[in-house]
């Protein structure tokens, strides 16, 4: 398969994963209720985000490191109002 074919596969995917993390910061962050929310889920996420990461930038691939440095931001900030607003 052509590689430009599968980067943008990787892309989209990317778009995809991290989109979904946007509707549940945005009611977090208007509704400061962050009471049906897993504090383990979220730590563990965030873990998972940072390694991935982490590999992504020594690996060198771009969407990898595009999806999960922006999720890792919108997780990130779920975890954050979980802390905050328990």
Known sequence: M??????????AAATCTTVAYAPQAIKVWKTRSTGDISLGMFLVMVLGLLLWLIYGLLSGDAPLV????????????ILFMKLKYG
């Open 2 to 11: 052509d590689p430009f074919v599968i980067k943008l596969i990787g892309f």
């Open 66 to 77: 595009a999806a999960n440095a922006i999720t890792m931001l919108l997780a990130g900030g």
